[in-house]
């Protein structure tokens, strides 16, 4: 199972905003798309997930074409949860994750067993389910992007690409949600993950794309792309590495003039 | 609130029932009700019998009929543009189908056939829809949404008053500018069979999409994420709009703000569910037509108010309140207020 792009191409407002792109997002991996702001993360995870078109270059999950499967069969092999998802309605804490079943065909009022279970097990994995009666206006902002996680989960797709799942949360809460990817690759599922902080990408990824004005600078293991040199042609930043755990954790240190 | 489930309809189908009933019973002549039903029953057109069949029971009829396409359509436009101040009415909608209609009445098509006056509300329904969403687009914010439902309001009005000013007939110009206002005065089961099939067909796509519209619950980056196409969604809820105001204006004239209050009175008994509110709203829009129908008759006003001067009177407090909960809420990113 394994979801790979070869020559991604995109553009927006005639910006490149991804150029000559190739990934491979592995069963059993968790992949760090890591880069400054701008760099083309969430572009690349919408291309990957198929809700949006590259101009040029192909995605395939496993041997088949993205663009050759309908919109649900696609839903259903990759799941995608985007950064800036706005709940409009107060819904319940249950019915958000509940969401996560609809590529399944299954409505609110019509979840099976099977959609049930998959609904519980992504709350407890994500430690929501406590939220389930709760609605989603009475929530704090962590709560809420834990319980957007839920949802993405809650599809059990071969594919879950996930869009700076951190960015809300506190630092417990932080570790919690990498642990959660991690479980999840370890049950087989090939994980993508942006992030900004790159001492989660260091210690939680298998493997990292470096991403710069929409190309790859580097792809390969955490020691491999965390390097302070590569790490200064991307943020234009100097950074020192402090060693934890057989981790080399990059700590931004001056900005370069 | 627990969604309501298994006979949770009953809730808001008895409401409607109930008042169509005294919407039947309530009128400026005294029935003899005994002699009624039994003429009616019996077949004998006596006059007794003919006021309920062929003035109350149609008006009955139609307040309920016109009220859950509105408020249907008031709901499906709210959960596709996930903002609750979408309403055919306020958005130009409605304005838009009753230029329709009025181009029927003035070109004379409506002589030619009895359905050419739904056809044209319908196809200025259409053009009012497509043009609020390709102004506006789906993501708009409430302030641009509004904007644009005032341009379309204003563009569709002045079409309306320069197709009026051409009129030749002073009394022909005082019986449309009446029927503009909105009312279910002295209409006939002709008019029911004129509306309901229309609003019956755009019933179809807007509750096709019920599943739709919950999922574009968390916007339309998740919703494609979860396979739904917007684009799709609000090509099928403009179409089933159109309809279903399109039939509702071409018979009752503009009736605003039922889409506005509908919704946001049934919300909270169905767990805030996009979906599950289309179908709650329209027994909501119903019920309070029929009320609003109600009230015209019995408020000692001499000549009858009419029914969208009475639902105006009740929606726009209402709007002005829930922009009152909106400023005081401090935030524009809780749409639900």
């Known amino acids: 199972m394994a979801l790979i792009a070869r020559g991604l191409r995109r553009t927006l407002d005639h910006r490149v905003a991804l150029e000559g792109v190739d990934v491979e997002i592995v069963s059993g991996m968790v992949t760090g798309l890591v880069g400054p702001n701008g760099a083309g993360k969430s572009t690349l995870l919408r291309v990957l997930a198929g809700i949006d078109a590259p101009d040029s270059g192909t995605v395939h999950v496993d041997d088949a074409p993205l663009s050759s499967l309908t919109p649900m069969a696609r839903a259903r092999r990759i799941s995608h949860l985007p950064q800036a998802a706005q709940p409009q309605w107060p819904l319940s804490g249950r019915d958000v994750v509940s969401l996560g079943r609809l590529p399944h065909g299954a409505g609110f009022d019509r979840l099976s067993a099977a959609d049930a279970d998959a609904v519980d097990r992504a709350m407890v994995r994500t430690g929501t389910a406590a939220f389930a009666m709760r609605r989603l206006d009475q929530l704090s902002a962590g709560e809420r992007a834990r319980l957007l996680l839920a949802r993405a989960l809650a599809t059990e797709a071969d594919v879950l690409l996930v869009d700076e799942p951190t960015a809300a949360l506190d630092p417990g809460y932080q570790l919690e949600a990498m642990t959660a990817l991690r479980v999840e690759a370890e049950r087989g599922v090939a994980v993508a993950v942006a992030l900004h902080d790159l001492a989660l990408a260091a210690r939680f990824c298998d493997r990292l794309l470096l991403l710069t004005e929409g190309t790859v600078l580097r792809f390969g293991t955490p020691a491999d792309v965390l390097a302070t040199d590569a790490l200064k042609a991307a943020y234009g930043v100097t950074f020192a590495l402090v060693a934890f755990d057989g981790h080399g954790l990059p700590i931004p240190v001056s900005r370069d003039q | 609130m627990k969604p309501v489930r298994r006979w949770g309809w009953t809730l808001f189908a008895l409401p409607v029932a109930v008042l169509a009933v005294i919407s039947v019973v309530v009128g400026p002549a005294g029935l003899p009700w005994g002699t009624a039903i039994r003429d009616i029953l019996s077949g004998h057109d006596s006059v007794p019998a003919l006021v309920v069949l062929e003035i109350r029971l149609p008006r009955a009829l139609l307040g309920a009929v016109v009220g859950a396409a509105l408020g249907l359509a008031g709901a499906a436009m709210q959960g596709l543009l996930r903002n609750p101040l979408a309403e055919p009415g306020v958005l130009g909608v409605s304005a838009c189908a009753a230029f329709g209609a009025v181009i029927a009445f003035y070109t004379g098509l409506v002589r030619l056939f009895p359905g050419a006056l739904p056809i044209a509300a319908i196809a200025g329904a259409l053009l009012g ?209």
Do not use: K
Not at chain 2, 168 to 189: I, K, T
Not at chain 2, 330 to 335: A, I
């Open chain 2, 129 to 337: 829809t497509a043009a609020l969403f390709a102004w506006a687009g789906r993501g708009a914010t409430v302030a641009t949404l509004l904007l644009v439902g005032v341009a379309i309001n204003a563009l569709a009005g002045a079409a309306t008053a320069f197709g009026l000013a051409l009129s030749p007939n002073p009394y022909a110009f005082y019986e449309v500018m009446f029927w503009l206002m909105g009312s279910l005065a002295d209409r006939s089961l002709d008019h029911v069979a004129l509306a309901l099939p229309c609003v019956l067909l755009g019933a179809v796509p807007l509750l096709m999409m019920r599943r739709s519209l919950d999922g574009l619950s968390l916007g339309e980056e998740t919703a494609l994420a979860l396979g739904i196409m917007p684009a799709t969604v609000a090509r099928w809820i403009g179409l089933g709009t159109a309809l279903t105001v399109g039939g509702a204006v071409a018979v009752s004239g503009v009736i605003g703000f039922v889409g506005l209050m509908a919704p946001h009175a049934v919300r909270p008994f169905v767990g805030y569910r996009p979906g599950a509110t289309l179908i709650a709203s329209a027994g909501a829009g119903a019920a309070l037509t029929l009320a609003a129908d109600i009230v015209v008759r019995v408020l000692p006003t001499g000549r009858e108010l009419q029914l969208g001067v009475m639902t105006a009177l009740l929606g726009a407090p209402f709007l002005g309140w829930l922009a009152i909960r909106r400023r005081t809420n401090g935030s524009g990113g809780t749409p639900w207020l």
